[in-house]
Structure formats: C-alpha cells, structure tokens
C-alpha cells in the first residue's frame, strides 16, 4: 500500500486543483509562544512555514501542504489550559486562562492604551487593539506528516475501491477541506487519458466553472487534451466531436443539462466517459436541484457506460441518493484541521460538543469590558474577537444582509489603530488603485475607508472584476479580514483562521444546518492552519432555535420535480418525449420511477399516486400545445405513443420554462410585425429574462427620464410591447391609473433601458448610479441576459417563422455576453480575463488572443499591473487552450470536407 499511496502523494503536488504550489518555508529560527513550544517538544518538531507576501509570487494560498503553522488563539489556548487541568477545572479555571493569557501578555506592548479589556472569570487582562500583531508573533510551524499521511491514505482508498475499478457510480463525502477535488481530478485525468473518453465536471456557479478552467487548462495544454466551458452563454451544442483529442466539459447545472441533451439527440452520450458532480447535496435545492436530477436520470437511463461521481461534504439521506444513482457510498469522518466550535450568548462563550447530550457544553466565561462607546457601537464584542486573529491570520465574519456587511466592515475599522495600516500599506494601495482602475475612477466609498486596515466586504452588490480583485488580495493575505454573505461559503475558496457568524439568519430567514456548516467549513483549512475556530454569536431569544440547530441532523435531500413543475417535472417530460427516451405514459412511468422522485414517491401526497401526476403532468402539456397524444385512465391500455410539438421542442432545446413559452413565443410572434431595428432596444426587451422582473421596483422618475431620452422610433417599442408614455408619466406624477397595464411588461422593459444603457455605454458604475441600482444587481442582470438571449436563439433555431432572430440574437448574445467595445472580445474569451484586465492588454499591445497565447508571462508581469506571475502563465496557458480548440474545429471542418463518401457512385 506504501508505494500506491507515493505515487498518489506526487501526483498531489502537482495536481491540487490544477495549479497548488507549496508554501515557501518560513525563517528556522523564529521562535514560539511557551504553549506551542510544549506542544511541539511532545508532538514532533519540521519546518516552519510563511504565508506569501509578494504580489509576483507563485505561490498558491490553497495549495496542497506538508507544514502547517501552529499558533492558537487566545480562546484556544484557555480552552487546551483548562482540558490539561480536567480534574481542577471549576476551581483553577481561573488560573488555567492566566497561564495561557500569560505567555500572550509577555509578547506585548505593555505602554499601549486600548479601547477594550477581556476579562477571564474574576482576573482582568488587558488587550490591545492591535492584539492581532501580538499574539504568537513568532510562533513557527511545524511539519505535519501524520496528518498528510492520513489524508493520502483515505484519497489512496477511495481510488482503490473496487467499486471504482469495476466502473461503478460512487458516492464520496468527506468534511469540507478534507481533499475531495484531488481525487475527483485523477479520476478525470484517468479517464480522459487511459481510457480516452470524454468527461463533464458539474459546478454549481459560473465562477466556480471558470476558475476550474483557468486552472485545469496548463493540464490540457501539457497532456493533450481540450478545456471547454460551458457557463452563462458560452457552449456549443451539440459539442464539437473530435477525433483525436478528448474534452473535458466544464459546466455549470443548467449547461450540464443542455449538454447532456445534445448528446443523447445525437446518440454520443456513451463518448461520456465519466460525469463528476461537486455539491451532489444541491440536488435538493430548488429548480437548479431538479435540473440536476433531470440530467443525472437522462444518463443513466441513456447511457450504460458512463461513469458517475459525486461528491459531496454535506449529506444526510445517502441512502435514497445511492439508490437512485445505483452507487457505493464511501465516508470518512476526516478533517485534516480541527474546528473549535463555539457559540457566543452575551458575555459567555460555549464550545460546541456533538458528543454531548445537549449540543454543546460549558467552555468558559468571558467577560467582555469595552469602554462605553465601544460598547454601544459593538454589543456583540465583535472588534474583540477579530483583533484577537488577525492581521497575522485571516478571518470571515458572515452576515445576514448586503448591507450589514457594509455595516460591521466600517464598524471594525473604526477601532483599528494606525498599526493595522502599516501592514502591507503598499499593496494595499495598489488594490485601491486596481479597483479604481476597474470602476474607470470610481471606488465604493466603503472599500476605501476599509482596505487600508485590511478589512474589505464581500457581496453580490460588487462587481466580478471587484470580487475577483478583493478575493484574490485575501488568498494573499493582503486583506485579513472579510465581512461576507452567505453565499460566499458555497462559492469560492477563502479559508479563514477564525469565522464568526454575526446572526444565525440568513437574511430574514433562519440559518439551514447545511448552510451553517458550509460557514463554520470555511474555518482552519488543510495547509493554510493547523486549527480553525468558528464562533455564533446568539441573541437570547434565539437560544433554543440554536441548539435544535446544532443537535439537529443534515438536511435531507428531497426531489424538486414537483415543488418547481415548469422548471422540473413538466420539463422533463417534455424533453424525454423530445428525445424520445420514452414516448409512452408506460415508458414515462417507468423512467419516472428511476429518479430521486420516483425514490421517493412514498413521501408523495396520498391524494395522488406518481402515475397520477405523471398523466395530470402529460395533460397539461397537450393543453400548452407542446405535445400531441391520447392520455389514458390508470386502468386502460397506456401504449399510445406521445410525440412533442414544433413549440414543444423549441422550448426544451432553448431550455425555456414551460411557464413562459407560449408567451415567449407571442412576443416574438408580434415582433415579426412590427420589430423595431433603429436600436437594439426592442430585441433587448425580448431577451430580458421573465424570471428576474417580480424582484424589480422601477423608480418612476428614473423611467420616465430614461423614456425622453429616446428617440421617437425608440419610444415607439414602449407602446408595441404594451406600455404607453401616457402610463409612464402618470406613475412619474403620482396621478392614478385608470388603464390596467401587466406591471411584469412594465417591469421587463424598465429592466431592457437598464441593459439598453450597458450596451451603449459599457460602463456598469455610472448605469448603476443613473438607474440607482446595486453594481453587482446590474451585472447579475446583464449575466442573466446574455444567458437568457442564447436560450432564445436555441429556441427560434427550432421554428422556421423566426429565422430572421437567428443573425440578431447571435449578435446580441455575444454583446451582452462581453458588454465592452469590439477590439476587446476576443480577450475576453479568455478565462478569468474581464473588462479592465482586457484593458490593461489591449494597450500594452496584446490585442488578439494570438499575441496574448504567444506571450512571455514575465514580460506580461513587468507590463500589465497587479498580475502575479501565476496568474500571467494561467493567462498564456488559457490562450493557448482556446486557440487549440479553434484550431482543432476547423481541422475537424477540414476533414469532414476532404471525406470521400461512401455512396459515391
């Protein structure tokens, strides 16, 4: 087993997600706290590790590690001081946090005034605010080979199953941080070179998807095979079959589904090696849930020799998901860095024991002592708890709102001293100037109050290029501190020392054991900590709703086909009649049956059996017109044969809702009579997405200025759609409304002057100020679009009556997917690289993809400012993948042409 296990332990440094380095040592000779030098002398001694500090380095914050640093905090080493003294533990508690907090105390500063005091039981300690400097400042590392040792020996077991090597579908869950993409990347790389069948890997998020292409394309470049993206409008359907080179499909859940779709309507679903889904959990979330039921009940009822994996680190009803995927289930309870919970009610702090019977149990008391006005401004001692890690160490503060974010970032800095602006001030500054450069002057006023302390907030109010920015300056350590939503533990990989949840919410609604777990996840990931701490902190109202909360179980994983039936079951019968899987009620029944529903259908309303709602399902879609056939009784013969309608295939092949396809096909249907071509404003508004306006509240005097605005011709698309200037100006003057006009069209075509004005101006800052909407909202809005405008091109490709949309919507869908001027799309194709860095490139003279695929990364890092040299050789390797996917397209044209045919007479 030692020799496997070597070659596993290779292959991991040069494959952890594609592009993980190693950190770079830190000095021998730093020292340690008393603490840790007792921990050390009894646990093994290594060398020491340095988080990176260069902009141009190479090094990865997530890479793949054999030292980790050993520092505790403060709340750690009372808690490691008093399990020492088990047997004294009421009596010495006291003098257990003393002797903990007393090797912190000769580390600082003591002439420093502070704004704070923390107060162990009855002995008072003074912490300064810049406790973060102090606290272990020269606590080295030591090297861990035990832990890696354990995370390769259940990496090594789980390749070595022999489910696996019989090609059998599999199940994997491990904790978060626990190693599960490695394993899923040699098996990918397994498949796409051993056994030379093509691979799709299923994200959940457009820019989960385009990192892993940023970082799997060197591997494409180096072994021979292509990347493809397949995310809000990029994809080609069907995909291009190659004949020498093998692809692998990096998708997100809805392109996954129209991908597989194209596959199996082209028979080529077995050239379908192997599909990796990551999150497999998100199968019972919502409409993108059922999507991706429906596309893993179409593979495996299509397709006998496609492999499937899925991973996942939060699942509790594996067993109804085993037998819907005809999986092995293969657990490990590991975590290659121990998480301290805790949970934080007033002044006293719990640590979290699942072991016990309640939940959690007495950890210790901490008495927290502000001066006044700290104490108001900071009830919940927030400043305490991440000055006491950072800016040495990293850490995430989630809240419920965007806005309390914004709040809780301004509110730490207010208690910051100037010290915490010394650290790293001129990258700091160069981050400031980069996203000043990305809002073409402009900056968040917030964001530059705050990321000269280090403390910068993350939420879908920013901007990509914006996030992407403050994500990157964080895995660099030049952020210490983010205030983040909640979304932010489901999507990219930012590790943190120590996360503290302000609420247990959710916005307004009450925090999901899964979500809570995804949080606390993020805490003290493997290479970057040797511990990590999470903390709740707790309203006493909410006390008895956090415990259920943390004794509660994982969520089960329930099917969405019903609770979302446009989106999931009247679309999926719809398809498997389309792609005639099955063309009987029989059929249907049957395939139905083999989904996570059909698992399932004894949870189902005893008012109807699944064969029940299956017909009432068939007979609403005949009633749409999307299918033709005799539905019959439970009783009688079900072997008459169901084909789909001309609408019926347009609207599975252009992934349209089933809700909204016959009103997607009037509009267009009235356009033929009288589409307006002087802009783009009409077309804009027929490929504004219908899902987004129930969220749009239009600002009356914003809409009837943008409406002067446009020329007569322009105006003339608001009374063609159905909104008149008579209506718009009686709303801008409060006067009341006789005529009933649909306030979803009203809404629609405020939302098409919104990506109206993006078009003409590419400038997300000054729209979002001119329509008063959030960046990020507007961004959303335009991503949505460009997606939403490439369904509707599948859609119009299926009815002969719209071939004029067809050169329209591919023009627009290609605007709206760059939104920039003409010269800067072809950049732009390329992963990771958005407007501003396309910018940087075209005026340094990399103005096509060929010069930027032929460029030399260290002349890129001396020309293009705040580019890492990792980030220039993941640029040029992307390029180059690209170029070799055009390039092996048209050599695939060429040889079609040149074949000579068969049937030549």
């Known amino acids: 087993m030692a020799e496997p296990a070597l070659v596993v332990r290779r292959r991991s440094r040069r494959l952890g997600s594609a592009g993980k380095r190693s950190r770079t040592p830190a000095r021998p000779g730093a020292a340690c706290s008393p603490l840790s030098r007792k921990r050390l002398s009894s646990g093994g001694e290594g060398a020491p590790a340095e988080p990176p500090c260069n902009n141009d380095s190479e090094e990865d914050m997530f890479g793949d590690y054999s030292s980790f640093h050993e520092s505790d905090s403060l709340l750690a080493q009372v808690l490691d001081a008093e399990r020492q003294h088990p047997q004294e533990k009421d009596v010495d508690m006291k003098a257990a946090a003393e002797f903990a907090h007393g090797n912190l105390q000769s580390e600082m500063d003591q002439n420093k005034q502070g704004h704070f005091h923390i107060t162990e039981d009855s002995g008072v300690h003074k912490v300064d605010e810049d406790y973060g400097f102090q606290i272990n400042k020269n606590d080295p590392g030591d090297t861990n080979e035990d832990l890696s040792d354990s995370v390769l020996e259940w990496q090594h077991d789980c390749l070595t199953l022999k489910s696996l090597q019989q090609r059998k579908n599999l199940i994997y869950s491990l904790p978060t941080s626990g190693g599960k993409t490695l394993v899923a990347e040699i098996l990918i790389l397994q498949e796409l070179l051993c056994r030379q069948k093509d691979v799709l890997m299923i994200l959940p998020y457009v820019a989960i998807v385009q990192e892993k292409v940023w970082g799997l394309s060197s591997f494409g470049i180096e072994l021979g095979f292509l990347v493809e993206e397949y995310a809000g409008s990029k994809g080609r359907f069907p995909p291009i079959k190659r004949r020498v080179k093998k692809s692998l499909y990096i998708a997100t859940i809805e392109k996954g589904h129209a991908l597989v779709n194209s596959l199996i309507e082209t028979d080529r679903i077995d050239d379908l090696g192997l599909v990796v889904v990551d999150e497999l959990h998100m199968i019972g979330e919502g409409s993108r849930g059922a999507t991706l039921e429906m596309t893993l009940a179409k593979i495996l009822y ?427 100006t009686k709303k801008a003057s409060g006067q009341a409304i006789r005529k009933n006009v649909d306030s979803a069209v009203v809404n629609r075509l405020y939302l098409s002057f919104v990506l109206y004005a993006l078009l003409k101006e590419t400038n997300i800052w000054s729209v979002s100020e001119k329509f008063n909407m959030s960046r990020g909202y507007v961004q959303n809005l335009l991503t949505s679009a460009a997606s939403f405008a490439s369904c509707v091109l599948h859609f119009c490709e299926e009815l002969e009556e719209f071939w004029v949309y067809k050169a329209l919507l591919t023009e627009l869908t290609k605007r709206l997917t760059y939104c920039v001027k003409t010269e800067l799309i072809s950049l732009m194709e390329v992963a990771g690289v958005l407007e501003a860095r396309a910018k940087q490139l075209y005026n340094a003279g990399f103005k096509t993809l060929v010069h930027l695929a032929n460029a030399n990364p260290e002349t890129l890092v001396k020309m293009i400012e705040h580019l890492s040299r990792r980030q220039a050789k993941q640029m040029v390797l992307s390029a180059k993948m690209l170029l070799t996917e055009k390039a092996e397209a048209l050599q695939e044209e060429v040889d079609e042409l040149l074949k000579v045919p068969t049937d030549i007479p």
């Open 302 to 728: 299509a397709s006998k020799n496609t492999h499937i994996v899925g991973m996942s680190a939060t699942l509790n009803n594996v067993g109804d998901l085993q037998k819907f995927l005809q999986a092995e289930y293969y657990t490990k309870n590991f975590r290659p860095v121990e998480l301290k919970e805790y949970i934080k009610i007033r002044d006293t702090i719990y640590e979290v024991d699942s072991k016990a019977d309640n939940g959690f149990t007495f950890s210790r008391v901490l008495n927290f002592k502000y001066s006044s006005s700290l104490e108001k401004a900071d009830p919940d001692h927030i400043v305490a708890l991440v000055t006491e890690v950072i800016p040495k160490y990293s850490c995430l503060i989630f809240c419920p709102t965007k806005k309390n974010c914004e709040n809780v970032a301004t509110m730490v800095c207010k208690y910051l001293n100037k010290e915490f602006r010394a650290h790293r001030e001129k990258e700091k500054q160069d981050l400031i100037k980069n996203l000043k450069d990305i809002g073409n002057g402009s900056i968040c006023p917030v964001l530059r109050q705050t990321i000269p302390f280090g403390v910068a907030y993350h939420h879908s109010g920013l901007t990509n290029e914006e996030r992407r920015s403050i994500e990157e300056a964080y895995s660099r350590g030049v952020l210490c501190l983010l205030a983040c939503t909640a979304t932010l533990a489901a999507g990219v990989n930012l590790p943190a020392r120590r996360v503290i949840l302000r609420a247990p919410y959710v916005a307004n609604e009450f925090l999901k054991k899964n979500q809570y777990e995804q949080m606390i996840g993020r805490a003290g990931r493997a290479g970057i900590d040797n511990a990590g701490e999470s903390i709740l902190v707790v309203q006493e109202k909410d006390k008895h709703l956090v415990r259920d909360l943390i004794t509660s179980p994982l969520e089960n994983c329930y099917s969405n086909l019903l609770p979302e039936s446009t989106k999931g079951m009247q679309y999926l019968l719809l398809s498997l009649v389309g792609l005639k899987i099955a063309v009987t009620q029989e059929e249907v029944y049957d395939f139905m049956c083999h989904t996570l529903l059909g698992v399932q259908q004894q949870l189902l309303s005893k008012e109807k059996s699944l064969s029940e709602i299956i017909r009432d399902e068939l007979e609403n879609l005949i009633e749409k017109g999307l299918l033709k056939g005799k539905i019959m009784e439970k009783d009688q013969n079900s072997k008459s044969t169901l084909t789909i309608t001309q609408l019926g295939k347009a609207t599975y092949k252009g992934s349209i809702d089933v809700s909204y396809c016959n009103l997607l096909y009037k509009e267009l249907r009235k356009g033929l009579e009288g589409l307006v071509l002087e802009s783009s404003l009409h077309l804009l508004y027929l490929a504004t997405p219908y899902d987004v306006v129930s969220n749009c509240s239009p600002d009356w005097m914003i809409y009837l200025r943008q409406f002067n605005q446009l020329s007569s011709a322009e105006q003339k698309v608001a009374d063609v759609v159905g909104v008149p200037e008579s209506f718009i």
